[in-house]
């Protein structure tokens, strides 16, 4: 332990003679006021909130709402298509057991009974020996 903190004192003093050999640079005069000037600048961008009109921040969280509001559209649509297909067939299983099924008689004479509900034709000739 006492070596590492004997390495640190000489490596502190050798950068401290390493720097006094250095020669003074010259400061412009306005130098402080451009210190200032930075410094205020750079708190002025920290109190707004930056990331309101970002656009970097601004399209990725745009493009995630518009693929949430899409899906649970979409789902609501299809949930609502599900039910009246359930309603739907449920009105038509209770409908089918409402409905007695016709009878025998009535199967066999349904060609007969299909003509009678189709509209006939005039018959030209026949009207022409009835004149």
Sequence with gaps: ?????????????????????????????????????????????????????????????LAVATFVLIFAGISIQRYEIHSQRAILAKNVASLAVAQPLPSVDALENLDAIQRLSQSSRADGELLAALQ
Excluded: C, Y
Excluded at 7 to 18: E, F, G, M
Excluded at 19 to 32: E, G, I, K, M, Q
């Design 1 to 61: 332990m006492k070596d590492d903190a004997d390495i640190s004192r000489q490596l502190d003093a050798r950068l401290t003679v390493a720097l006094r050999r250095l020669p003074d640079t010259p400061v412009p005069s306005n130098f402080t006021a451009r210190v200032l000037d930075t410094i205020e600048l750079e708190e002025k961008r920290g109190t707004r909130p930056h990331w309101l009109w970002n656009w970097q921040v601004v399209i990725p969280r």
